[in-house]
């Protein structure tokens, strides 16, 4: 497709949405900040949903969020009135646990990240070492005690951990200087969204303080990571990916992904991107193909009854 300026969906012309429309068969969808946000739901969002699927595309929902589980992501769409079923659900989590089998890893892994995190990994069967929970006593000796360990950790996992500490940092660290160390990242992203002009930092930079000391790429099983798109595409087998459509809200987790595997992109303004903030985007890597206000524009585009108040 040439690139251009993206396009507001609801301001193609007839023929351009037929078109738009008959280009995908599967939808990949983000949640936080296109379903719901922190506290609220985005109006109508599930609507989009249901078009969707009556006009027979294939929803699955990629997040990076591994701190709430499947189950509960469920039982939020069901309170919206969307039936969604579990495996339409990817986090994370679940796909550093698809990777792991894919590589046959065998096993210590440290990880910081939260404890329904953990809690994946572990019913997995993975074994797992985490800590200190504790504050530690200032002196080198006892931060020695808690960073040198000599149990043969082969994996240090990092996503989010609200309460990360700068030993646990440390102590991935000493892990790391194993040659056969794997450093794997869940959720990458720099900032969070959590309310309305609110960004705080997320998982991405502590990560990357790992990365820059110990001179190791991190293999990625959020979006963007380049492992997570190759093994969604092998899991979903997705043979022409122009055929794919991902939906998000932000730019340099979703639309990043998206172009990056190939799919089509579409950014909804519900969530942590605003349109100025989209219009001054000129990477084209971070650029996306179409924009909505909300996914609840997709039941219009297909359609369906228009939004109350246009
Ligand atoms: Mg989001």
Redesign the pocket.
């Known amino acids: 497709m040439e690139r251009g300026k993206p396009q507001h969906i609801l301001q193609l012309s007839e023929e351009q949405r037929r078109r738009f429309v008959d280009s995908f068969d599967r939808v990949l969808s983000?949640?936080?900040?296109?379903v719901w946000n922190v506290e609220s739901s985005v109006p109508r969002a599930v609507d989009g949903y249901a078009a969707l699927q009556r006009a027979g595309k294939d929803v699955v929902f990629v997040?990076?969020?591994s701190v709430r589980t499947v189950d509960q992501c469920v039982r939020r769409f069901e309170k919206l009135g969307l039936h969604v079923a579990p495996q339409q659900v990817w986090h994370p989590a679940q796909s550093i646990v698809l990777y792991l089998r894919d590589i046959q890893f065998e096993g210590l892994i440290y990880v910081i990240a939260s404890a329904p995190f953990k809690a994946v990994l572990r019913e997995a069967g993975y074994q797992l070492l985490d800590g200190p929970n504790e504050f530690i006593e200032e002196s080198y000796d006892s931060l020695a005690k808690t960073i040198f360990d000599r149990q043969p950790v082969r994996a240090v996992i990092i996503d989010v951990d609200f309460n990360l500490t700068s030993p646990k940092l440390l102590r991935a660290h000493m892990y790391l200087r194993h040659p056969e160390c794997l450093l794997i990242g869940g959720a990458t992203?720099r900032l969070l969204?959590v309310a309305k002009g609110v960004n705080i930092i997320g998982p991405g930079p502590f990560a990357s303080i790992l990365v820059e000391a110990s001179g190791q790429q991190a293999l990625t099983l959020g979006k963007p990571g380049r492992e997570l798109g190759e093994l969604l595409i092998k899991r979903l087998k997705i043979s022409e990916p122009h055929r794919v459509l991902m939906v998000?809200?932000?730019l340099a987790?979703?639309i990043r992904f998206g172009r990056q595997c190939g799919f089509q992109t579409l950014l909804v303004l519900s969530?942590?991107c605003s349109l100025e903030q989209l219009q001054a985007e000129t990477s084209p890597d971070l650029v996306p193909d179409y924009y909505a206000d909300t996914v609840a524009d997709v039941a219009q585009l297909l359609g369906e009854e228009p939004k109350s108040h246009v």
Do not use: L
Request: glycine share 24%; hydrophobic share 20%.
């Open positions: 983000d949640i936080d900040g296109v997040t990076n969020n992203d969204p998000g809200d932000m987790q979703d969530g942590g």
